[in-house]
C-alpha cells in the first residue's frame, strides 16, 4: 500500500484495525506465530466487514509466561506500552480518530487495557480493545465439542487456538505432533473458576505447553470460530459507533 492509497482510504473511514499477536510456544504442533496468525486473520474478516484499513500485525507481544519454551520472545510490559504509545502517536496527524486493537494472546490484555486508557485520555483517540480468546471461548463452551471441556481460564493451544490455526494455515499444523492432554497439572487452581487471579508460568501446566486439549481439533470448526469472532466484533465496533 502507498500513501496515496492511505490516504484515499482515509475519505471514507477514520477508524484503523492494529492487530496484535505474540512470538512464543504453542505446543509441539502449533506455530510460534499462532496468535499472529489469528489476530491478522479475524482482522481482515473485520477489515471487509465494517471496511477498514488493517495495520501489520504486531508480532511480538507480552509473552513472559513462555519464556522458559525455546523460541519464544517477550517485550516488558513497559517496552510494549511505549511501542503502542509511539504508534498511536504516528497516527494522530493523519486524520484516523478510532483505532481498534484486535488481539489474538492473552497475556497482552493487560498492557493493552492500559494502552486505551492512555490512548483516550493522552490522544483524544477513541481506542477500543477487543480479545479473541474470551470472544471465541464463549462460543466455544455452548458448542457441540466444546461443552466437553470444562471451561478453564486459561487456554493455550488447546482446540480452539489449533481449529483457527489449521482453517488458516494447516501446512503450519504438525497433526502427528498433537498430544491429547497437557500431562501434569501443577496448578489445578488455574482450570477450575477460582475466583481471583494468580500469576503462572506455561511450565505449571505441565511440559508440552499445552493448555488444555487440542485432539479433535478441525479447520471446519476454526473457520466457523473466525467468523463468529469478527461478526461479534465488528457488530460490537458498529455499536460503537452509533454512540458517537
Ligand atoms: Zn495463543
Not at 497433526?175 to 487471579?197: A, C, D, H, M
Amino acid at each position: 500500500m502507498t500513501w496515496k492509497e492511505v490516504k484515499e482510504l482515509l475519505t471514507n473511514t477514520d477508524l484503523v484495525i492494529i492487530p496484535t499477536g505474540s512470538t512464543e510456544q504453542h505446543g509441539p504442533h502449533l506455530p510460534l506465530s499462532t496468535d499472529s496468525l489469528i489476530a491478522q486473520a479475524v482482522s481482515i474478516r473485520v477489515g471487509k466487514l465494517i471496511d477498514a484499513p488493517i495495520f501489520p500485525v504486531l508480532d511480538i507481544g507480552h509473552s513472559i509466561e513462555h519464556l522458559s519454551f525455546p523460541g519464544s520472545i517477550s517485550y516488558t510490559p513497559e517496552t510494549m506500552l511505549a511501542v503502542i504509545r509511539d504508534i498511536s502517536t504516528s497516527l494522530t496527524t493523519h486524520g484516523f480518530k478510532h483505532l481498534v486493537f484486535i488481539n489474538g494472546h492473552g497475556g497482552n490484555n493487560a498492557v493493552l487495557e492500559l494502552s486505551i486508557q492512555w490512548i483516550r485520555n493522552n490522544l483524544k483517540f477513541w481506542a477500543y480493545l477487543f480479545n479473541i480468546g474470551e470472544i471465541a471461548q464463549e462460543k466455544w463452551n455452548k458448542s457441540k465439542i466444546g461443552a466437553q471441556d470444562n471451561p478453564r481460564k486459561v487456554l493455550h493451544a488447546d482446540k480452539i487456538e489449533t481449529s483457527m490455526v489449521l482453517s488458516i494455515a494447516p501446512d503450519k499444523v504438525k497433526q502427528t505432533r498433537i498430544v491429547p492432554k497437557s500431562g501434569k497439572n501443577k496448578t489445578k487452581i488455574l482450570e477450575s473458576s477460582f475466583i481471583g487471579s494468580l500469576g503462572w508460568n506455561a511450565k505449571d501446566m505441565g511440559d508440552s505447553g499445552v493448555i488444555g486439549d487440542p485432539t479433535g481439533a478441525t479447520s471446519l470448526e476454526g473457520s466457523a470460530l473466525l467468523d463468529h469472532v469478527a461478526t461479534r466484533i465488528s457488530k460490537g465496533i458498529k455499536s460503537a459507533q452509533k454512540s458517537w
